[in-house]
Structures are given as structure tokens and as C-alpha cells.
């Protein structure tokens, strides 16, 4: 059996689902099959301080455009002590919210399923034991679906999938530093900047010294030159001046900090 046929008899088997879409690349292509194949789903998109709002736009209308059912949850990890004060396993409590949350919300003969796949378990991903221990499925991950496969399965579905993945805001800052809603919102609004400007592979970071550098792949270079002296002006108002530009490839940007 094919690994498609493999993925499509899985979800059918685990029917009806609740699918945890972030918008990024992994739980839109889990998504489009779903709807692709007849599957019973419905899908459930987290919104708080971790999403831009540019982002939220982005799943709203990609879900209307593909005729998905949708639900857009409300949910703060920042309200939770253990998670806000960032530490090395923030992603393991930011997991437990967002998930219990939406346990909290479907039917109990309802699978949750997410994204992750198989290339994710070999990085740094303490949010998978929180996954595992609220018994969400996992189908990617488990039918040994890679980063690769994912993406040819996109392909073959004609759905186009971003060329830079999208963490959450969550990721931006070291470990350790604080985190308040204020502060998140004010990053995603300079992130939002140069997304909507149509820069995406790049990263805004903070630390605790007061060290803020931005990152940049060298193939965004041009465009973020274009509007630098704009953004510059948002990143003093936002208090995020002055800053530091470095480019690198975006697979050294991506997880960033998260690397045990």
C-alpha cells in the first residue's frame, strides 16, 4: 500500500477529526487532504498574543477559499505562570494549553490530530511529549511521513505551501526572558510589517541583555533593503531600537533558540 493510501485509511479509521490548524505548511496539507478525500474533519485555529494578526487574516481566508470548516479558538498561554516565564521547556506548556483547551471543546468520540512530522522528532520539540500525554494523534509523525513526503503530498493535491515555515511569536525570545502580552503583540506588529510587505523569511529576536537582532535569508535581502527605512521608524516606536541585522540561510533561522 502506497503511503498516500496508508495516510488516507488512518484518518478515515480515526474519523470524525479535529485537526489543529497553525496555517503553516504541515497541518494545511493534513487539512486540504482531509477535505480532499471526504474525510469528516473540522479544523480549529488557536488565536492569542502568539498569532499576528496578519497570520489570522491568512488562515481566515485560506479556509474560506477552501471551503474548510473552521473555528477560530481564543487561548492566552501567557496566562499560565509556568509558561511566561519562558523556560526551556515553554513549548511543553504552551502545547498543554493550547491542546486541553480544544479537548475541552469537541466531542470526547472526536480524534485531535496535529501536524507534526516525522523530520520534527528529530529537533528539539518538548511541546511532542505534551501531545503525547493529551493522547493527540499524530499522523504524519506516525506513518513516518517526513518533511519531504509532506511536501510532495501538497504538490500532488496542487496546493502551494509557504517556502519559509512561521513558528509562533513565542519562539522569538531567549530563554528565560520574561513574556507579557504587551511585549508579544508589540513583536508581532513589527513582524506583521514585513510580512505584509511580503518579506517572510526572517526572524525578529530578543534577549535578556537587550540584545534585538533580526534575521534575514540572504534571498530576502533586496526586498527587506526596500523598506528598511520604514521599518526602522516602526522599530523605534515599538521600542525595539536599536537592532541588529545578520543574514543567514533560513535553516539556521528557524529554531533558533530552540535547540537543547
Known amino acids: 500500500m502506497n503511503p498516500t493510501e496508508t495516510l488516507r485509511n488512518y484518518l478515515i479509521s480515526h474519523s470524525p477529526l479535529a485537526i489543529a490548524l497553525s496555517g503553516g505548511g504541515d497541518s ?5 487532504f482531509c477535505r480532499e478525500n471526504g474525510i469528516e474533519f473540522s479544523a480549529y485555529t488557536f488565536y492569542g498574543p502568539h498569532l499576528t494578526s496578519y497570520e489570522a487574516e491568512r488562515v481566515r481566508k485560506w ?3 477552501n ?15 509556568n509558561f511566561s516565564s519562558n523556560p526551556l521547556n515553554r513549548c511543553y506548556y504552551c502545547k498543554y494549553i493550547l491542546y486541553s483547551r480544544l479537548k475541552d471543546l469537541v466531542n ?17 520539540r518538548p511541546g511532542h511529549t505534551a501531545i503525547n500525554e493529551l493522547g493527540i494523534k499524530t499522523p504524519f509523525a506516525s506513518l513516518g511521513f517526513h518533511r519531504s513526503m509532506v511536501e ?7 496546493m502551494d505551501i509557504p517556502r519559509f515555515s512561521r513558528s509562533c511569536l513565542f519562539t522569538r525570545f531567549e530563554y528565560g526572558y520574561h513574556l507579557d502580552s504587551d511585549l508579544v503583540q508589540r513583536l508581532g506588529e513589527a513582524e506583521d510589517y514585513l510580512l505584509k510587505a ?8 530578543i534577549y535578556k541583555n537587550g540584545l534585538i537582532l533580526l534575521h534575514v535569508d540572504p534571498t530576502e535581502k533586496n526586498s527587506f533593503f526596500g523598506v528598511k527605512p520604514v521599518f526602522d521608524s516602526l522599530m523605534q516606536n515599538l521600542d525595539f531600537y536599536p537592532y541588529q541585522l545578520q543574514f543567514m540561510e533560513f535553516s539556521s533561522i528557524s529554531g533558533y533558540f530552540d535547540r537543547n
Do not use: Q
Open 28 to 32: 494545511s496539507t493534513l487539512t486540504f
Open 63 to 65: 479556509v474560506g477559499h
Open 67 to 81: 471551503s474548510v470548516p473552521h473555528t477560530f479558538i481564543h487561548c492566552n498561554p501567557l496566562e499560565d505562570c
Open 108 to 124: 470526547p468520540d472526536t480524534s485531535i490530530i496535529d501536524g507534526t512530522n516525522g523530520s520534527d522528532l528529530l529537533k528539539y
Open 152 to 158: 510532495k503530498l501538497a504538490k500532488d493535491m496542487h
Open 198 to 205: 511580503g518579506i517572510n523569511g526572517f526572524r525578529i529576536r
